[in-house]
């Protein structure tokens, strides 16, 4: 055959629907009798509701209004712990929580009427930060305000601090983050008894918001059907919350008999959706007097707001990757989950690992200070090796060369000249440069035995134009999901891209191939679609006579003739099987975490203005390993689009807390990097072919939102010589600093 289409660039396959505008946004749908929903949501951090009042102003009777005594089934949102109720019912946890639903078809007399539900709450102590939570003075959730907790050991962490030749500690945080997808949640919903709920939304995940539904209206599988439309962005923020604003909407759809349409404006979705955790770390690290990392003793603590979520298994990603790419003997990892009363936090691109990594990382270099060894030198005598183990007790077993890597991404940079070059100009300068980097790496696929607790499943079926059609549930959201399906299948099957075709994300159609999220979508799914290529060949070959060697052309009839002449569908199924020799302990929380991971260094060239405290990322290059390239052009952009979410991460986006709430949940106070603020990119790939992935390919996805920001922050203490802990790291945070030395024309 002779087919390739993997490791080139293809077009994306939604890009004729988008530009011709056929495709189909949750907004864009527009059904006869349709209603437009709104959600009246609580005023205060913690309470008890006492009554809920509907004044004058608007025909009330001509509104839909839903509580939670209108909910069927369960007043639940299910995902790991059942305690987010959908409505509250008589406690509020934080100041967004949903209290009551309403719904008309004037949009400007639903606006009117939002303001005219007024909620009455006894006030309770509230708890707002991971400090107060773990005091204990307020108990919020459960007996401790504890979410998880998580203990890995590994080795004899105690034993070792009296032999150290050096014990350096460090406290570091991380903030929360919004997601600022282009186009925000939104869901249209159709509901009865007899036909069940149906919804239509932006989403990632629609076997999480069919779950949700079946709970919340008491149905079977077969009443709830969930379609993904057209989705502008998600980076996580469209994992669990899609969930609730699809009860929202059903809910109201069920109680007045019409479809309803809730689409969230900006400000709404960054004050009501989940954000990144907040997080602090704290390291002791121990050395021996050649370098040589002798032990690793890690606190990580996680504000989960006021459901769990997903709290526990970033939790749990975090502590994973919190020891990074290093051989260490001794490790011990304490990672606890707390309540607060913020609204849940939950999924966001790197999830866990961006805050721990980044504490590593500016760790490290202050290590390597105290042993007075170059940072670069210093990773490099600790390095993990193939055949070393993991803090989990995981052997890497593929080929691993982070030394070559990192010299390959400094080299690139010119990382040892400027360094030199801007320790010899930096004195007399307000313009202050510098360069650091960050070596880190990101397992690919759930943790631990989640993938094999999942059981995805993906199909093919033969069409009657003669080409097939991919059915799973991973969704498009602007990744290019559909485009690298498309590319594996072609490949596998040798044909052209045209003759794939990705079937939509819809419950009714299509199996459930596990959520698009934790870098997953190539190389496991991908691997699921290799797999039922590889039958559906086999079936051919079998029932309709294709020969061993083939043209596009004529597997086309090969597939015609076969389609015409059967009654039923040719179909094959391919299902998750766990790959050979891999073995995790959950209750110990030891073993083969990840399948795979990738790995990088990330090199930041950065301008700091002393007079302003502003930060210019002047320069970025980023080597990474991630297995084969399917498509070196999404690849690319998906290093390229986490490097500036990693740098607003770094240093521009503050969300600003007043009693739990988001106080700058506006476009104009919420800083988010612009065109002004990206830098020159250089990225590179180095290919180590995983046999388990699809085509050799790992995850690709979240392993950009680690890099950036201990990178940029070490290029800053670079600049400045100031050991900044914490990110986003502000102009206010560099000019409070009092260790800035300014120039004498300056201070003159």
């Known amino acids: 055959m002779g087919w390739r289409v993997v490791g080139h660039p293809a077009q994306r396959k939604e890009v004729l629907g988008k530009l011709t505008r056929t495709a189909k946004y949750v907004d864009d749908i527009q059904l006869p009798g349709m209603l437009h929903g709104a959600t009246i949501r609580a005023n205060i951090p913690r309470g008890i509701i006492q009554s809920v009042s509907f004044a004058a102003g608007v025909p009330w009777d001509e509104f839909v209004v839903v509580t ?19 409505l509250a019912g008589k406690r509020i946890n934080h100041q967004h929580e949903a209290v009551v639903l309403i719904a008309h078809e004037n949009k400007d007399l639903l606006r009117r009427a939002r303001n005219l539900v007024h909620i009455e709450c006894a006030p309770l102590p509230a708890v707002f930060d991971i400090d107060e939570a773990l005091r204990q003075d307020v108990v919020i959730w459960g007996e401790d305000n504890v979410f998880k907790r998580y203990l890995t050991n590994k080795g004899d962490v105690d034993s070792v601090w009296a032999e150290a030749a050096h ?17 925000p949640n939104g869901m ?23 779950k949700a539904l079946m709970a919340l209206f008491g149905l079977p599988a077969a009443k709830i059907r969930v379609v993904q439309q057209e989705t502008g962005g998600a980076f996580g923020g469209k994992e669990e919350y899609p969930s609730m604003i699809a009860g929202h909407a059903a809910l109201l759809a069920w109680k007045s008999g019409q479809p309803v349409k809730i689409v969230y404006d900006r400000e709404e979705d960054m004050a009501a959706t989940t954000k990144r955790h907040p997080s602090r770390t704290r390291h002791r690290t121990a050395v021996s007097s050649d370098g040589r990392l002798l032990a690793m003793d890690i606190e990580f603590t996680i504000d989960g707001g006021a459901y769990s979520t997903l709290s526990a298994v970033v939790l749990s990603r975090g502590t994973i990757h919190a020891p990074g790419p290093y051989r260490c003997p001794n490790v011990r990892i304490r990672s606890t989950a707390v309540a607060t009363n913020a609204p849940p936090h939950g999924a966001f691109r790197g999830f866990g690992a961006p805050q721990t990594l980044f504490a590593l990382e500016r760790n490290m270099d202050k290590v390597a200070h105290a042993m007075g060894l170059a940072p670069d030198e210093f990773r490099r005598r600790n390095f993990l090796q193939t055949g070393d183990a993991t803090a989990t007790g995981q052997i890497i077993t593929q080929p691993l060369d982070l030394a070559g890597l990192q010299g390959r991404a400094l080299e690139a940079a010119g990382y040892h000249h400027k360094m030199e070059a801007f320790r010899a100009a930096n004195p007399d300068r307000a313009l202050k440069k510098g360069i650091g980097f960050a070596s880190f790496m990101h397992g690919a696929g759930f943790t631990g035995s989640g993938e094999r607790y999942l059981q995805s499943v993906v199909e093919l079926e033969g069409t009657a134009e003669g080409g097939v059609c991919v059915l799973c549930s991973m969704t498009e959201m602007g990744q290019g999901t559909n485009t690298i399906l498309t590319q594996i299948a072609a490949e596998a099957l040798g044909i052209g891209c045209d003759q794939v075709e990705i079937c939509r994300p819809d419950t009714s159609l299509v199996p459930n191939s596990g959520p698009t999220v934790a870098s997953r979508t190539s190389m496991i799914v991908g691997k699921l679609v290799e797999l039922a290529c590889r039958d559906f060949k086999e079936r051919l070959r079998c029932e309709a006579g294709l020969p ?15 389609v015409a002449r059967s009654t039923g569908a040719l179909r094959t199924r391919a299902q998750y099987a766990e790959p050979p020799g891999i073995h995790w302990d959950d209750h110990n929380y030891q073993g083969d975490a990840y399948g795979a991971y990738s790995w990088a260094t990330y090199v930041a060239e950065v301008t700091v203005d002393t007079r302003t405290g502003e930060v210019q990322v002047d320069n970025f290059t980023a080597v990474q390993e991630v297995g084969r390239v399917l498509n070196p052009v999404l690849a690319a952009g998906q290093i390229e689009g986490g490097i500036v979410q990693g740098l607003g991460f770094a240093l521009l986006e503050k969300v600003v807390w007043r009693e739990g709430a988001m106080a700058n949940n506006q476009m104009t106070n919420y800083i988010i990097p612009t065109a002004v603020d990206v830098p020159p990119m250089q990225v590179f790939f180095e290919e180590s072919p995983y046999e388990h992935g699809a085509m050799g390919a790992k995850g690709i996805g979240e392993l950009p939102m680690d890099g950036p920001a201990p990178a940029i922050l070490n290029a800053v203490e670079n600049a400045l010589s100031v050991a900044f802990t914490h990110v986003p790291l502000t102009p206010e945070d560099i000019l409070s600093s009092q260790s800035i030395q300014l120039p004498a024309e300056i201070t003159a």
């Open 68 to 86: 939670s005594e209108d909910i069927p089934g369960a007043n639940v949102v299910p995902l790991i712990n059942d305690d987010q109720p959908c």
């Open 188 to 210: 249209l919903a159709t509901a009865n008894p007899e036909d069940g709920v149906t919804v239509y939304g932006s989403l990632q995940c629609p076997y999480y918001v069919h």
């Open 548 to 562: 061993e060697s083939y043209s596009p052309d004529e597997f086309s009839a090969s597939v015609r003739g076969y």
């Open 167 to 183: 014990i350096v500690e460090g406290d570091y945080s991380t903030g929360a983050q919004e997601h600022v997808y282009i186009e």
